[in-house]
Every structure is written in structure tokens, then in C-alpha cells.
T-cell receptor, first 113, second 115 residues
Framework: KAGVTQTPRYLIKTRGQQVTLSCSPI?????VSWYQQTPGQGLQFLFE???????NKGNFPGRFSGRQFSNSRSEMNVSTLELGDSALYLC????????????FGSGTRLTVV | GQQLNQSPQSMFIQEGEDVSMNCTSS?????WLWYKQDPGEGPVLLIA?????ELTSNGRLTAQFGITRKDSFLNISASIPSDVGIYFC???????????????FGRGTQLTVWP
């Protein structure tokens, strides 16, 4: 079965712009979680969506937002980009979420210049 | 949030050697997980541990869930070049005041294997 698909794989944006990243979960998975990975901070939890609702949220500013559609696909948006937002953004899907049974996508590498 | 301290940060070993890395926390976790991340890819689950004291193997990999539920270790025996990558520990827990579970990750151990 197809894995977790994240698009695009690479992205270069300018400070102040906004960006939208996409995650298509494994078929049947209802939960999508997003993580930011940087060399300095490691894997930091952004938020989790389950059945189109944000169920849990990490400690990130309001510039980071997301949503989930009825087919479980999820998008995350970052507005007013800062240089420090440069990172690998990973999504993970699972049947029920809350940390159980995660399968990660390959990530979107965002570079802010 | 809950902090996981993973060590060592990096390891440089020769092919055939055994490797050991560990993870400690000030908080109790009911599930410990070990992931491996190859360059340009997302983390892949290697081993999941669900019970204090549990020792689980997956091929050349062995992991243990500490008795105190605050630590775990991962051993890799007879390392090979394809073991190269970043290994992460993760604990399944909850933020203070929350009923919702989520994963907390260690900072990772970068493993390099020389042929």
C-alpha cells in the first residue's frame, strides 16, 4: 500500500512569505501529525489532526497552522516566514493517532532566505 | 514538555563492532520507541517497547524498556555499513494537564560505520 506522501519535497521561500505544505496519509489512517526537525532542536511536535479537527498542539506560534480535509489529507501553513523556520517538516499518519502506530513521510525541506 | 536525553550524540565505529545508545527522561513513559532516519527520509520504526523491563529484538537490534520506565537502550550487534543513519528514541506521554498522548523524541544519535 502507498506510504505517507508529502509534497513538495523541497521549497525555497523568502522571509515574510507564506508557505503551504501537503501530507497525504496512508489510506484508512485518520490521524495526521506534523513535526518540525532542525539540527538544533531535533523533532518538535507541531500539531495533530484527527477527523478534520485539531486534537493536540505543540508550543509553536500562531504563524503555524494546519487543517485536515474529509479525505484525511492535511496541509500545514506557515505565514510571515522567518529564517529560523528553515527545517525539515515531517508528517506522520496513523489509524488513531496520539503517538501510536506512526508512519512518517519523507518530509518537506523548507529553506527560508 | 517532557525532555528525553539521548546519548551519545554521535558514534564512529568500524564495521562488525557492537553499538549501544540510550535514552533517559525525568518523566515516566508507558511506551518507548526506537526509530532510524536515513538521509533525506522520515524516521522508520525499529522497535516498540510496551512494558517495564521488556527486552525486545529485531534482527541484530535489541532494545530494553527500563524498570523505572524512565529509560531505554538500543544495542546493534555486528554493525554493517547500512546501519549508518540517525537513531531516535521516543516516549509516548502526555503534556501536563492534557489527556491526549503524543510522542516526545530524543535529539538522536548519528551513527557512522567505517568499512
Amino acid at each position: 500500500k502507498a506510504g505517507v506522501t508529502q509534497t513538495p519535497r523541497y521549497l525555497i521561500k523568502t522571509r515574510g512569505q507564506q508557505v503551504t505544505l501537503s501530507c497525504s496519509p496512508i489510506s484508512g489512517h485518520r490521524s495526521v501529525s506534523w513535526y518540525q526537525q532542525t539540527p538544533g532542536q531535533g523533532l518538535q511536535f507541531l500539531f495533530e489532526y484527527f477527523s478534520e479537527t485539531q486534537r493536540n498542539k505543540g508550543n509553536f506560534p500562531g504563524r503555524f497552522s494546519g487543517r485536515q480535509f474529509s479525505n484525511s489529507r492535511s496541509e500545514m501553513n506557515v505565514s510571515t516566514l522567518e529564517l529560523g523556520d528553515s527545517a525539515l517538516y515531517l508528517c506522520a499518519s496513523s489509524l488513531e493517532g496520539q503517538g501510536n502506530g506512526y508512519t512518517f513521510g519523507s518530509g518537506t525541506r523548507l529553506t527560508v532566505v | 514538555g517532557q525532555q528525553l536525553n539521548q546519548s551519545p550524540q554521535s558514534m564512529f565505529i568500524q564495521e562488525g563492532e557492537d553499538v549501544s545508545m540510550n535514552c533517559t527522561s525525568s518523566s515516566i513513559f508507558n511506551t518507548w520507541l526506537w526509530y532510524k532516519q536515513d538521509p533525506g527520509e522520515g524516521p522508520v520504526l525499529l522497535i516498540a517497547l510496551y512494558k517495564a523491563g521488556e527486552l525486545t529484538s529485531n534482527g541484530r537490534l535489541t532494545a530494553q524498556f527500563g524498570i523505572t520506565r524512565k529509560d531505554s537502550f538500543l544495542n546493534i550487534s555486528a554493525s554493517i555499513p547500512s546501519d549508518v543513519g540517525i537513531y531516535f528514541c521516543a516516549g509516548l506521554g502526555r503534556d501536563r494537564g492534557s489527556t491526549l498522548g503524543r510522542l516526545y523524541f530524543g535529539r538522536g544519535t548519528q551513527l557512522t560505520v567505517w568499512p
